[in-house]
């Protein structure tokens, strides 16, 4: 079995080396009433879903991904115990779907939030906030996976509306202030974290918006791409640990360089977070 196994990683690695080519929630807002997101995906050809297949097949066991936005870029860690989105997310990433939707809420000492297809259609600005690729993701809710700093997390719809936490088909959030989040725990599936650039996450939440959580001036997301050399590096870690017999998750963690070599933006937080104990992270419905 084990010569088999290695076969198989041998393969991903030599496929992984062949070249590089809303309106905001008002604070106890009522549930939202069910609706259905309208499907919006980027055009690709047969010959890019083929490439972008052979990508998600070389990735390793938890992808890096670059988040390269108007503000900076900043990494993030996939966890490979959340399999439905880290899968989701990567396909989605490595078909262009992210490429051009803006970060459309940004409450400063909670989260910034994006990944709407609605938000590359300034005319559609009441809709922010509804969009997605026209399908739902089945919670992955692990009591370990919490609403730390810089945690990677899928929004959706309300409870009474969506009693199985559903996961919304796109939009995620990061967290900015772990402390004003911790009522989040447990109710939203948390799939990754930030891993590098959380400078970058910090200058965004410092963004001016308006009164429903919208940035003033567009904060961008121009792509999002797996990180080649770091993924490789994984890959290569998991075949050395499948020929020894070594466990991974008995191992350290491995360090991650960060993006830039930018010092990190400190934020100082002088709001109460009682004001947050009431927000949620849903996928805004439709009116």
Not at 29 to 48: C, H, I, R, Y
Request: glycine share 8%.
């Amino acid at each position: 079995m084990k010569r088999y196994l290695t076969l198989a990683i041998l393969v991903l690695l030599a496929v992984s080396c062949g070249g590089r080519r809303g309106h905001k929630d008002a604070e106890g807002a009522q549930e939202d009433s069910l609706a259905t997101a309208v499907a919006e995906k980027p055009a690709s050809s047969p010959a890019d879903s083929l490439s972008d297949l052979k990508k998600m097949s070389s990735l390793p066991q938890e992808p890096i991904f670059d988040v390269v936005t108007s503000q900076g870029t900043f990494r993030v860690k996939l966890y490979k115990d959340t399999p439905k989105h880290r899968s989701n997310f990567s396909r989605l990433a490595l078909t262009h779907f992210y490429d051009g939707i803006l970060f459309h809420r940004v409450v400063p000492g909670f989260v910034i939030q994006g990944g709407d297809p609605y938000t590359r259609d300034t005319s559609r600005v009441d809709e922010w906030g509804e969009g997605g690729p026209g399908y739902n993701i089945d919670q992955e809710i692990l009591p370990e996976h919490k609403h730390k700093k810089g945690a990677l997390a899928a929004a959706r719809r309300g409870d009474l509306a969506n009693p199985l936490k559903e996961s919304s088909g796109s939009q995620f959030y990061v967290v900015v202030n772990p402390e004003n989040c911790q009522h989040l725990d447990g109710e939203y599936t948390v799939f990754g974290e930030v891993v590098g650039g959380q400078n970058v996450i910090d200058r965004i939440a410092r963004v001016q918006t308006d009164r429903y959580d919208r940035p003033l001036r567009p904060v961008k997301i121009l792509r999002i791409r797996p990180n080649d050399m770091m993924n490789r590096r994984a890959l290569e870690e998991e075949l050395r640990a499948l020929e020894e017999g070594i466990d991974l998750d008995d191992t350290e963690e491995q360090t991650i360089p960060d993006v830039t070599e930018e010092e990190p933006i400190v934020v100082q937080e002088t709001i109460d977070s009682s004001v947050f104990r009431g927000r949620k992270l849903k996928h805004r419905e439709k009116k």
